[in-house]
């Protein structure tokens, strides 16, 4: 089954990752890829959770530095005494977002060695290096954008949300 799904994607994907789009196809398929697997990160946490907890960590944060600028010792002890349930609730948070990162990881190994056996051989690319131009298959293209595309699709996301925030 498995030599059945990878020769198709051998027959699938190998048109579009030679000639002289090879580039430009491969590094579409690539953020592709990528923005998918971010997808199944982000569908690996459970949002309700999290919001639960974050609107809980800010009431607190809230309520504390309130009793911080009143001055009011009494007030700021008893909302203290929550500090310990506060920073459990931290650390499930961080479970989640641990969860999420696993998931993103071991599903981007599977996909890594499902295109490694499919068209990792395919030379997609020719990289400039000061010493001339290096050919990269597929695989090695698929790892170099990785790196790249993680940290921008962050951004774009992280802006995407911001604008939601910002309408509402």
């Known amino acids: 089954m498995y030599e059945n799904a990878v020769t198709f994607l051998r027959e699938t994907l190998g048109n579009l990752l030679q000639g002289s789009l090879s580039a430009v196809n491969s590094t579409i398929l690539a953020y592709a890829m990528i923005g998918t697997l971010r997808g199944i990160g982000y569908l690996s946490v459970n949002k309700r959770k999290m919001k639960r907890i974050e609107a809980e960590i800010q009431s607190w944060e809230i309520k504390r530095s309130k ?19 506060i920073e459990k609730l931290k650390r499930e948070m961080e479970v989640e977002r641990l969860k999420a990162s696993v998931v993103t990881f071991v599903s981007w190994i ?11 051989h395919f ?21 170099l954008n990785s790196i790249w595309a993680t940290p921008l699709l962050n951004r774009i996301v992280n802006f995407i949300n911001f604008l939601r925030r910002a309408r509402a």
């Open 67 to 85: 009793a911080l600028e009143t001055r009011n010792l009494k007030s700021y002890n008893r909302i203290m005494r929550e500090k310990a349930r």
């Open 110 to 120: 599977i996909l890594f060695k499902i295109l490694w056996d499919a068209v990792g």
């Open 123 to 143: 030379t997609v690319v020719q990289i400039p290096l000061p010493m001339g131009y290096v050919k990269a298959s597929f695989s090695m293209w698929f790892l």
